[in-house]
């Protein structure tokens, strides 16, 4: 695939479901993250996947983050979170272990664990998969964290699903460019 067609035509799956990629893809997918740029050369990214047959155990982790932000929550809300894990075979969680020492600031080294999440969807898209890149509460849960071998001050920029695209995909319209271009005068 062409480049900048690759670039053109990335969207968010709407629904994803087997197969995801196999090791192979796997790893490409990850040698097209650690191409991302890295000032100060920290290597601040870092990536877990969840298979299929962990899915479960992940959607229990985020039930599990929804009572502790709110107790009382209603066995529906905890249903909806369990059933997140089943959005894709493959879950990618992509995050920033931030050296809050280093000279380089902590939002650079963010910076290059997003822009490294970017690549591994659109590594996915060169792939022929689907994907969706996704946040929520969870993502700012210390214990979630902790159950992905991260600190409390690291970042987890997002949960990336991965799959065979069935539903299509987002028919939110684009914006024009120039609505976000300004040329500098001086």
């Known amino acids: 695939m062409d480049a900048l067609d690759l670039l053109l035509t990335r969207e968010s799956a709407l629904k994803l479901e087997a197969p995801g990629p196999n090791q192979k893809d796997l790893d490409t997918i990850f040698q097209s993250a650690v191409r991302a740029p890295d000032h100060g050369r920290l290597r601040p990214w870092h990536f877990v996947v969840i298979d299929s047959d962990h899915r479960a155990a ?16 209603p066995e ?8 997140k894990a089943m959005r894709a075979p493959t879950i990618i969680v992509a995050a920033a272990k931030v ?3 280093h ?16 690549n591994i969807m659109l590594a996915a ?37 991965v799959g065979t695209s ?3 995909t987002s028919s939110a319209a684009r914006p024009d460019s120039e609505k976000f271009v300004s040329v500098w005068q001086g």
């Open 99 to 101: 050296n809050k020492g």
């Open 103 to 118: 000279k380089i600031m902590p939002f650079e080294q963010i910076g290059s664990a997003a822009a490294a999440t970017q």
């Open 58 to 73: 992940f959607g229990e982790l985020m039930a599990q983050s929804t009572l502790r932000r709110m107790p009382d929550a």
């Open 76 to 83: 529906e809300m905890l249903q909806r979170e369990r059933a």
């Open 166 to 168: 069935v539903g299509g």
């Open 125 to 161: 898209h060169a792939l022929g998969y689907g994907a969706m890149w996704k946040t929520g509460d969870a993502a700012y849960d210390p214990a979630v964290k902790a159950a992905f071998g991260l600190a409390a001050d690291d970042e987890i920029m997002g949960f990336v699903y």
